[in-house]
Protein backbone atom coordinates (compact mmCIF):
# COMPACT_ATOMS: atom_id res chain seq x y z
CA UNK A 1 0.00 0.00 0.00
CA UNK A 2 0.98 4.04 -0.23
CA UNK A 3 -0.23 7.15 1.26
CA UNK A 4 0.31 9.28 -1.12
CA UNK A 5 1.82 10.22 -4.62
CA UNK A 6 2.77 13.72 -5.66
CA UNK A 7 3.45 15.11 -8.46
CA UNK A 8 6.38 17.76 -8.17
CA UNK A 9 7.07 21.08 -10.41
CA UNK A 10 10.44 22.28 -11.12
CA UNK A 11 10.43 24.73 -8.19
CA UNK A 12 9.34 21.64 -5.72
CA UNK A 13 5.26 22.70 -5.79
CA UNK A 14 2.96 20.12 -5.70
CA UNK A 15 1.32 19.32 -9.26
CA UNK A 16 -1.96 17.71 -8.20
CA UNK A 17 -2.66 14.10 -9.86
CA UNK A 18 -5.76 13.13 -11.10
CA UNK A 19 -7.27 10.29 -10.67
CA UNK A 20 -7.92 9.82 -14.03
CA UNK A 21 -4.23 9.43 -14.81
CA UNK A 22 -4.08 6.03 -12.63
CA UNK A 23 -4.40 2.03 -13.83
CA UNK A 24 -3.09 -0.94 -12.28
CA UNK A 25 -2.19 -3.80 -13.55
CA UNK A 26 -1.22 -7.29 -11.65
CA UNK A 27 -2.78 -7.64 -8.45
CA UNK A 28 -5.94 -9.05 -7.30
CA UNK A 29 -7.52 -6.32 -6.28
CA UNK A 30 -7.46 -2.37 -5.29
CA UNK A 31 -8.39 -0.71 -8.21
CA UNK A 32 -11.66 0.67 -6.65
CA UNK A 33 -9.82 2.89 -3.94
CA UNK A 34 -6.40 3.66 -6.26
CA UNK A 35 -8.15 7.63 -6.11
CA UNK A 36 -6.90 7.49 -2.44
CA UNK A 37 -3.19 7.90 -3.86
CA UNK A 38 -3.43 10.85 -4.92
CA UNK A 39 -6.29 12.14 -2.37
CA UNK A 40 -4.82 11.35 0.74
CA UNK A 41 -2.09 12.65 3.09
CA UNK A 42 1.25 11.92 2.95
CA UNK A 43 1.83 11.38 6.83
CA UNK A 44 -1.59 10.00 7.89
CA UNK A 45 -1.95 7.19 10.38
CA UNK A 46 -5.72 6.69 9.63
CA UNK A 47 -5.08 3.39 7.12
CA UNK A 48 -9.02 4.47 5.52
CA UNK A 49 -6.68 7.52 3.89
CA UNK A 50 -4.37 5.27 1.90
CA UNK A 51 -4.84 2.94 -0.65
CA UNK A 52 -3.86 -1.34 -0.25
CA UNK A 53 -4.05 -3.77 -2.83
CA UNK A 54 -3.72 -7.72 -2.45
CA UNK A 55 -0.92 -8.93 -4.58
CA UNK A 56 -0.26 -12.11 -5.62
CA UNK A 57 2.24 -13.96 -3.52
CA UNK A 58 5.86 -14.48 -5.31
CA UNK A 59 6.11 -18.33 -7.37
CA UNK A 60 8.99 -19.14 -5.10
CA UNK A 61 6.90 -18.60 -1.89
CA UNK A 62 8.83 -15.69 -0.77
CA UNK A 63 7.93 -12.19 -0.99
CA UNK A 64 4.72 -11.21 -3.48
CA UNK A 65 5.18 -10.31 -7.71
CA UNK A 66 5.43 -7.42 -8.82
CA UNK A 67 2.63 -5.21 -9.92
CA UNK A 68 2.46 -1.60 -12.24
CA UNK A 69 0.81 1.38 -11.05
CA UNK A 70 0.43 3.64 -13.98
CA UNK A 71 0.65 7.39 -14.01
CA UNK A 72 -0.40 8.89 -17.59
CA UNK A 73 0.01 12.55 -17.29
CA UNK A 74 -2.29 14.38 -18.94
CA UNK A 75 -0.57 16.77 -21.52
CA UNK A 76 -2.87 19.28 -21.17
CA UNK A 77 -1.07 19.83 -17.34
CA UNK A 78 2.50 20.76 -16.47
CA UNK A 79 4.96 17.95 -16.54
CA UNK A 80 6.53 16.78 -13.12
CA UNK A 81 10.12 17.29 -12.51
CA UNK A 82 9.41 14.56 -9.73
CA UNK A 83 7.16 12.12 -7.97
CA UNK A 84 7.09 12.23 -4.05
CA UNK A 85 5.95 8.80 -2.73
CA UNK A 86 4.82 8.34 0.92
CA UNK A 87 4.82 4.54 1.74
CA UNK A 88 1.55 3.17 3.85
CA UNK A 89 1.94 4.69 7.15
CA UNK A 90 -0.90 2.93 9.35
CA UNK A 91 0.20 2.60 12.81
CA UNK A 92 -0.50 -1.40 12.97
CA UNK A 93 0.16 -2.42 9.30
CA UNK A 94 3.95 -0.55 8.24
CA UNK A 95 4.87 -4.32 6.80
CA UNK A 96 1.77 -3.29 4.11
CA UNK A 97 4.03 -0.64 2.39
CA UNK A 98 5.73 -1.00 -0.55
CA UNK A 99 9.61 -1.92 -0.28
CA UNK A 100 11.32 -1.64 -3.73
CA UNK A 101 10.37 0.89 -6.72
CA UNK A 102 10.79 1.07 -9.97
CA UNK A 103 10.11 4.14 -11.93
CA UNK A 104 10.00 3.65 -16.04
CA UNK A 105 9.32 6.03 -18.56
CA UNK A 106 8.78 5.22 -22.51
CA UNK A 107 9.87 1.29 -21.34
CA UNK A 108 13.17 2.64 -19.85
CA UNK A 109 14.15 1.98 -15.94
CA UNK A 110 14.70 5.84 -14.93
CA UNK A 111 14.62 5.17 -11.00
CA UNK A 112 14.85 2.41 -8.82
CA UNK A 113 15.27 2.37 -5.42
CA UNK A 114 13.33 1.81 -2.01
CA UNK A 115 10.97 3.43 -0.72
CA UNK A 116 11.46 4.77 3.13
CA UNK A 117 9.02 2.26 5.15
CA UNK A 118 6.03 4.33 6.91
CA UNK A 119 6.68 5.31 10.67
CA UNK A 120 2.83 4.92 12.13
CA UNK A 121 2.81 8.89 12.74
CA UNK A 122 3.22 12.05 11.33
CA UNK A 123 7.12 11.84 10.75
CA UNK A 124 6.98 9.33 8.04
CA UNK A 125 9.84 10.71 5.35
CA UNK A 126 8.92 10.04 1.85
CA UNK A 127 11.14 9.20 -1.61
CA UNK A 128 11.72 11.80 -3.87
CA UNK A 129 12.15 10.36 -7.33
CA UNK A 130 13.66 12.83 -10.35
CA UNK A 131 12.02 12.23 -13.86
CA UNK A 132 13.79 13.17 -16.67
CA UNK A 133 12.23 15.67 -18.62
CA UNK A 134 13.05 15.03 -22.27
CA UNK A 135 11.93 11.95 -24.21
Known amino acids: GLSLLEGLDAAGEVLRIPPAALALKGTQSGSTTLARVVQGAGNATSEKLMWTATTTPASAGAGFEPFELL ?3 PPSLTPPSAIRVWNFNGQDGLARGVRSLEVLRN ?27 AD
Open 71 to 73: LNW
Open 107 to 133: GQVIWSGEVPRGTGNEHAVPAVVPLLT
